[in-house]
């Protein structure tokens, strides 16, 4: 419970808890105290008080201002100095801390409580000018910068100037008389600015001070940082008041910052910098290079020894890697911060997974530890850091599919193909993309393209290839003819260098070093436990050998949906397919079909080699025809010439076959109803696979989707067709294979009849991408472009596409799962649209109980940690 009217908490009352109340910094500091640490006494003017300086017109309130001079009359007594007496003086720092640590607001004030009367005792009573000076000095300048909101370049100049004139290389190399001169001149510099003296009285300077820290609270960059985390505005900051101690009293004192491990690997091992003879952030201000903390154990063995000992103490404590402040005075260590260390992805994983290891945390626990989105660094392809500081972008487009590329540019698919192939690395640039372009995605090592959102085909594609793509990028120009592109004035020719970040976005002229990714190790190890937890299922989107061997090392427990189209895309095939599309007679379409046949059945024998056993989805032909013709006058005539038909004649099959709205048009299912023999062909191909692996000890059983069904009749139809080509087949063969026969739940009609169809269905797999499409009537290929209004004017608060819309989308496949369940109680249910792959959705999936999601083959870790951690979370309700 929180005391309404105590604004102060000594340090010895506070605890690690009280973070919304102290901050973090206070309560951390608090529980260092508690622990028996030695942390410099001092208090705490809490977050409630921030609030009451806002209401009270950014003034602290007078009964506020007693009670923090009470609590120093308490300071004095445990530190047995006093504040303001020139005798025995207490110094102070002043430190904002938020609930959660906030760059961008108030800096530090130390060596608060000093003026001209105590400089003078203080130097009579340790003797040493250079210290009092010094730290009058900082005192000066952090007064100014931080509650006058003066620049400190006016000082800072004057201190360089000063140094040059006396060829000093460091601030080392400044004495006491030097530090006395400079002071008096920082004086004058604050007189000159402020117009009045600096404020002699110490307890002016301190409600000043801590003023300062709250109106700091409300500057333009600390509501900046707000926002883009999510940090409410209401909670304020609390600060924290501490008896100085001084790193810059001599040799024999300094002060450092360290962390528990290291922050960049993992590695279990104390990681950091310190300065003698300093004070303050020295450190991480550049202004003396800080030796590495390992010298420190040659340095001074025993204090080394005594900080190494408490950093195992925290981070056994707060069971985290903890990133720590300390000083020493005089030979004797002062712990003057700790809290949780920020890190990169691996090292974040690699420390969930130690501190599980070494029995500190649960198996839990390090699952939780780590956020899905996270694993996403460790993906994909990276810029080799070193390298990639070296260049700057020029120009930027949408973040489409992430991980890093480069290579040479080329400006149609049939060109990075050929490069490809004769070894070079290619990024295929396209105006935009079309399934024409797969085969080309599929050589290139990523994708640019002028047009297009995040869920335009380059997009999806690209993320579901594991290819990485900047889309609608819309400052290029791409100049077909001379075959270059141009962004303002820099002109890049085909096969010129470029390189791309599909994680920031970001287009860099030239090559820049790479590095792969690689499930292994700690990574590898982590997902064991993720496995082990999570109780749903995670396959992949894989459509050819490569996407399943890909899957299959990622660690994917089947293929939830393998789209066949894209297998007819391919040299040889797409001949014979635009023969059976453009032919006249079911003849002619049998022949051509039967070319692609044996074609088909190698495809799927090889997915099933590389699942080994492992379930494989395949969905049948799903998108409309006219995405296979040719759209070039010259590719029309010369595929007329090789079907031995008029180029008349073939561009008026592809006029007949253009649709107003393809995407509801002719395709699915419909297209099988029309054309039953490419239901037949596919049968054929899948089926005659399965006898073949089994031939060769695989265990496979079978899985048929067909594609956006909506009517019992459409189900029934298709499904009858498959189960007499297959019952035949097998008879034939005398094997007895059983296999199933599902539909994708993506057309509302469908989720409303559910019941109906799970009486003939297998299995359930929802298609939510297209289920997202029509429920919203949004088309996904354009949607993006009046989307961001509706981010903007709070319409919708994220991407349909891309986070399952719960209480529209979720509600129609609850109700699928509802009424096939109670149908079919062995109805296998899964799915299989983009969201399978998103954090936030595959928790929705898994609360109402899939059996598993599907998606593509990088995403697949991520959806299984994403699936563990929200059976961990569903276990702790219960
Ligand atoms: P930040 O949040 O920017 O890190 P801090 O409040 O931690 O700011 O202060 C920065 C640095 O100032 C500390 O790391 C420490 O070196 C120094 N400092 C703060 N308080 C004291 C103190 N009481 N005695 C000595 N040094 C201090
Ligand atoms: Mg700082
Ligand atoms: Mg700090």
Request: hydrophobic fraction near 40%; charged fraction near 25%; proline fraction near 4%.
């Amino acid at each position: 419970m929180i005391i309404v009217d105590k604004y102060v908490y000594l340090f010895k009352d506070g605890n690690k808890d009280m973070a919304s109340v102290l901050g973090g910094k206070g309560a951390n500091l608090a529980e260092m105290m508690s622990l028996g640490l030695p942390v410099p006494n001092g208090f705490t003017v809490s977050t409630l008080a921030c609030q009451k300086y806002y209401e009270n017109n950014k003034t602290l309130p007078q009964d506020i201002i007693e009670e923090i001079y009470k609590t120093i009359e308490n300071l004095e007594k445990e530190t047995k100095k006093q504040f303001g007496n020139k005798n025995n003086p207490l110094l102070v720092s002043v430190r904002s801390g938020a609930r959660v640590s906030m760059p961008g607001m108030m800096d530090t004030i130390l060596n608060l409580g000093l003026n001209d009367d105590i400089a003078k005792s203080l130097l009579v009573k340790t003797k040493n000018k250079r210290f009092v000076y010094d730290s009058y000095r900082r005192l000066i300048l952090m007064y100014a910068d931080v509650v006058k909101g003066y620049e400190r370049n006016m000082f800072e100049r004057f201190l360089d100037d000063y140094k040059q004139k006396l060829n000093y290389q460091s601030d080392l190399d400044l004495d006491g008389d030097d530090m006395e001169f400079i002071t008096k001149h920082f004086k004058e510099i604050y007189k000159s600015m402020a117009g009045d003296d600096f404020p002699s009285d110490p307890r002016e300077q301190l409600i000043n001070a801590i003023g300062a820290v709250f109106k700091s609270w409300n500057n333009e960059r600390a509501i900046y940082y707000r926002k883009l985390n999510n940090i409410p505005s209401e909670w304020g900051t609390a600060v924290n008041v501490q008896e100085m101690v001084y790193g810059n009293i001599g040799t024999n004192s300094g002060t450092g910052v360290a962390f528990t491990r290291n922050p960049a690997t993992g590695e279990n091992k104390l990681f950091g910098e310190y300065l003698m003879n300093a004070q303050g952030e020295d450190v991480v201000a550049g202004i003396r290079t800080p030796e590495n903390i390992d010298k420190l154990k040659t340095d001074m063995p025993l204090i080394y020894e005594e900080f190494s000992d408490i950093a195992k103490k925290l981070e056994s404590h707060y069971k985290d890697m903890q990133d720590m402040e300390f000083t020493i005075e005089n030979g004797k260590l002062y712990m003057l911060q700790t809290r949780s260390g920020k890190r990169t992805s691996k090292a974040c994983v690699k420390i969930a997974l130690d501190l599980y290891k070494e029995k500190m945390i649960t198996k839990e626990d390090a699952i939780m530890r780590v956020e899905p989105e996270r694993l996403e660094d460790l993906l994909h392809k990276s810029f080799r850091i070193e390298d990639l500081k070296e260049h700057t972008p020029i120009t930027k487009g949408l973040a489409a599919s992430p991980g890093a590329a480069t290579g040479a540019i080329y400006f149609d698919a049939i060109s990075a193909i050929k490069h490809h192939k004769d070894g070079e690395k290619v990024i295929l640039v396209r105006l935009e993309t079309s399934p024409e372009d797969i085969e080309g995605m599929h050589h290139a090592e990523g994708v640019l393209t002028v047009r297009g959102g995040m869920t335009s085909h380059a997009a999806v594609v690209a993320r579901g290839m594991g290819v990485c793509c900047v889309s609608g990028c819309s400052d290029i120009i791409i100049d077909e003819e001379s075959k270059c592109l141009k962004i303002g004035n820099i002109t890049v020719r085909e096969g010129e260098q470029l390189s791309l970040d599909g994680t920031t976005g970001n287009v860099y002229l030239g090559s820049i070093t790479l590095e792969p990714p690689v499930i292994s190790g700690d990574f590898k190890e982590f997902m064991q436990l993720v496995s082990s937890v999570k109780t749903m299922g995670v396959r992949a989107n894989a459509d050819n050998a490569h996407d399943a061997k890909m899957a299959y090392d990622f660690g994917a427990e089947g293929i939830g949906l393998c789209r066949t189209e894209h297998m007819f895309f391919e040299k040889e095939r797409i001949f014979h397919f635009r023969q059976m599309i453009l032919a006249d007679t079911l003849e002619e379409r049998e022949k051509a079909l039967n070319y692609i046949l044996p074609y088909q059945e190698n495809d799927f024998l090889s997915l099933y080699k590389i699942m080994a056993g492992k379930p494989v989805v395949v969905r049948y032909l799903d998108p409309p025809l006219h995405e296979f013709l040719p759209k070039e006058e010259s590719e029309i005539t010369s595929l007329a010439k090789s079907l031995n038909k008029s180029t008349e004649d073939i561009i008026e099959k592809i006029a007949s076959l253009k649709e107003f709205n393809p995407m509801m048009g002719h395709r699915g299912c419909r297209l099988l109803i029309t054309y039953p023999e490419i239901c037949v062909m596919q049968t054929k191909a899948l089926i005659g696979a399965a006898i073949k692996a089994i031939g060769e000890g695989i265990k496979v059983t079978p899985e048929i989707m067909i594609p956006l069904v909506g009517s019992i009749n459409e189900f029934t139809y298709l499904k009858d067709i498959v189960t007499k080509t297959a019952d035949a087949m097998l008879k034939e063969a005398n094997l007895k294979i059983k296999y199933l026969v599902g539909t994708m739940i993506e057309v509302p009609r469908a989720t409303l009849i559910a019941d109906e169809i799970a009486k003939h269905a297998d299995f359930f797999s929802f298609g939510t991408n297209d289920l997202t499409q029509m429920t919203f009537g949004f088309s996904r290929d354009d949607a993006g472009k009046f989307l961001k209004d509706y981010y903007a004017k709070g319409i919708l608060s994220s991407d349909p596409f891309k986070i399952i819309d719960e209480v529209g989308v979720g509600s129609l496949v609850k109700l699928a799962i509802d009424k096939g369940t109670s149908m079919n109680p062995f109805l296998s249910l899964g799915v299989c649209g983009e969201h399978g792959g998103d954090p936030k959705s595959v928790t929705f999936f898994n609360e109402i109980g899939l059996d598993y999601v599907s998606c593509s083959p990088y995403r697949v870790p991520i959806a299984a940690l994403a699936a563990a951690r929200s059976a961990i979370k569903s276990c702790d309700r219960k």
